[in-house]
């Protein structure tokens, strides 16, 4: 097949299932493979790391001068990306606040015990809809401290941006996007309204610690806050849903594993590593050259599209062992799962944290558990890729 369609054949949904040996055909294509539309796909792993920490790479969607709003700081580049940043991980992490993420292991697991309680045997239950979806929303919305009843409203919002941001080959994308402009606006001045219900009365969240900073110095702007905000909403569930749903389908597909697994529980940290590397819940990231440049002998115009495939990259033999294989126990596990360089993901210890505890209180109903439907619906978001419904018989 022609390789210039390879991001068209990678992104259409009929791939969902199994986009795996269509990023092999792209390691094979060579390592920088134009597309019909005019980008340039990436699926080695050693250019995608490379190419990830390359300053002339930017994330900036404002580099081919198409958006004229400022994006969140996930779409920043140095040095306004790691200003927003730090300021974003103040009330979140360390040095700032180191107990945070660890302080939330008790409510993660209670959360998770109560979400467990009907999956009883002879039921059946949609592992997305009754576990891996409302574990991270109920986690988020905690630390941001948003109302969990709220959580219609935003997931209509939430769904929107989602669509707006996958990858899509150059075709009418205008539809989408105007929905995750709108979808935006409307999700940030709903949390900016309930960060100032919080001014000068502040509670334990994350908003009101950013709504009640002393320091003048250190104050996000009401757009900055906005834009923040939204981002740690969404990136707080939607990736931590697929990194559950991903886990639990590949736990039932390979039953053997599940039962080491159940045997020696202390592999399963190394296990949601490897999950990340298997089965990641972000396939595709967007560079933006800021100057020509020549990659691997192919020259790159300023301003292009390069999308790297980072669950490609997953995936090089060049990189791991029998990188098809799931291995629980794999030593040497340096994968691209929560991306790397500067916008290595920024919520990735609270994602482990829920994987632990959702994988782990999940391994005892999977093990008598079966697959209703294999491969189950996906989403239609090919970068954002993972069960849209997981539904199984215990």
Same mark, same amino acid.
């Given at each position: 097949?022609?390789?210039? &369609?390879?991001?068209?054949?990678?992104?259409?949904?009929?791939?969902?299932?199994?986009?795996?040996?269509?990023?092999?055909?792209?390691?094979?294509?060579?390592?920088?493979?134009?597309?019909?539309?005019?980008?340039?796909?990436?699926?080695?792993?050693?250019?995608?790391?490379?190419?990830?920490?390359?300053?002339?790479?930017?994330?900036?969607? *404002?580099?081919?001068?198409?958006?004229?709003?400022?994006? +969140?700081?996930?779409?920043?580049?140095? +040095?306004?990306?790691?200003?927003?940043?730090?300021?974003?991980?103040?009330?979140?992490?360390?040095?700032?606040?180191?107990? *945070?993420?660890?302080?939330?292991?008790?409510?993660?697991?209670?959360?998770?015990?109560?979400? %467990?309680?009907?999956?009883?045997?002879?039921?059946?239950?949609?592992?997305?809809?009754?576990? $891996?979806? +409302?574990?991270?929303? &109920?986690?988020?919305?905690?630390?941001?401290?948003?109302?969990?009843?709220?959580?219609?409203?935003?997931?209509?919002?939430? /769904?929107?941006?989602?669509?707006?941001?996958?990858?899509?080959?150059? !075709?009418?994308?205008?539809?989408? !996007?105007?929905?995750?402009?709108?979808?935006?606006?409307?999700?940030?001045?709903?949390?900016?309204?309930?960060?100032?219900?919080?001014?000068?009365?502040?509670?334990?969240?994350?908003?009101?610690?950013?709504?009640?900073?002393?320091?003048?110095? %250190?104050?996000?702007?009401?757009?900055?806050? $906005?834009?923040?905000?939204?981002?740690?909403?969404?990136?707080?569930?939607?990736?931590?849903?697929?990194?559950?749903?991903?886990?639990? %389908? &590949?736990?039932? =597909?390979?039953?053997?594993? %599940? !039962?080491?697994?159940?045997?020696?529980?202390?592999?399963?940290?190394?296990?949601?590593?490897?999950?990340?590397?298997?089965? +990641?819940?972000?396939?595709?990231?967007?560079?933006?050259?800021?100057?020509?440049?020549?990659?691997?002998?192919?020259?790159?115009?300023?301003?292009?599209?390069?999308?790297?495939?980072? $669950?490609?990259?997953?995936?090089?033999?060049?990189?791991?062992?029998?990188? /098809?294989?799931?291995?629980?126990? =794999?030593? /040497?596990?340096?994968?691209?799962?929560?991306?790397?360089?500067?916008?290595?993901?920024?919520?990735?210890?609270?994602? *482990?944290?829920?994987?632990?505890?959702?994988?782990?209180?999940?391994?005892?109903?999977?093990?008598?558990?079966?697959?209703?439907?294999?491969?189950?619906?996906?989403?239609?978001?090919?970068?954002?890729?993972?069960?849209?419904?997981?539904?199984? =018989?215990?």
């Amino acid at each position: 097949m022609d390789s210039a &369609t390879l991001l068209a054949r990678i992104t259409d949904y009929a791939s969902r299932p199994n986009p795996y040996p269509l990023y092999a055909e792209l390691r094979e294509a060579g390592p920088v493979v134009p597309q019909a539309d005019g980008s340039y796909l990436i699926g080695s792993y050693h250019h995608i790391a490379a190419l990830l920490h390359d300053p002339r790479m930017s994330a900036d969607p *404002r580099t081919r001068g198409e958006v004229t709003h400022k994006p +969140p700081f996930l779409r920043l580049d140095d +040095p306004e990306h790691h200003r927003l940043r730090t300021l974003a991980m103040r009330p979140f992490g360390p040095p700032h606040s180191p107990g *945070r993420v660890d302080g939330m292991r008790g409510e993660i697991d209670r959360i998770t015990e109560e979400l %467990l309680e009907p999956f009883e045997a002879g039921h059946q239950v949609d592992i997305v809809d009754d576990f $891996a979806y +409302p574990l991270p929303v &109920t986690v988020i919305c905690r630390l941001l401290g948003v109302p969990h009843e709220d959580e219609p409203l935003f997931r209509a919002w939430s /769904d929107a941006i989602v669509a707006a941001a996958d990858v899509r080959p150059d !075709d009418d994308s205008a539809e989408p !996007d105007k929905g995750g402009d709108q979808a935006r606006m409307e999700l940030g001045g709903y949390l900016l309204n309930l960060a100032e219900q919080r001014r000068g009365t502040p509670g334990e969240d994350m908003l009101s610690a950013f709504v009640n900073e002393p320091d003048p110095a %250190l104050r996000l702007t009401q757009e900055e806050l $906005a834009e923040t905000a939204v981002l740690l909403l969404i990136a707080g569930h939607e990736t931590t849903v697929n990194l559950i749903a991903n886990g639990a %389908l &590949t736990f039932l =597909r390979q039953p053997e594993q %599940l !039962d080491r697994l159940r045997r020696e529980p202390e592999l399963l940290p190394r296990a949601v590593e490897e999950l990340l590397r298997y089965e +990641p819940p972000v396939h595709m990231r967007e560079r933006i050259p800021h100057a020509d440049v020549d990659v691997a002998g192919t020259p790159i115009p300023r301003g292009a599209s390069v999308i790297l495939a980072l $669950a490609s990259g997953n995936r090089d033999p060049e990189r791991f062992p029998d990188p /098809d294989r799931f291995d629980p126990a =794999r030593q /040497d596990n340096q994968h691209l799962g929560f991306g790397s360089g500067i916008h290595a993901c920024y919520g990735g210890p609270l994602a *482990r944290v829920e994987a632990y505890a959702a994988l782990g209180a999940l391994l005892p109903h999977l093990a008598t558990a079966s697959l209703v439907q294999d491969p189950p619906p996906y989403r239609q978001n090919a970068m954002l890729r993972g069960p849209r419904h997981l539904p199984v =018989r215990l």
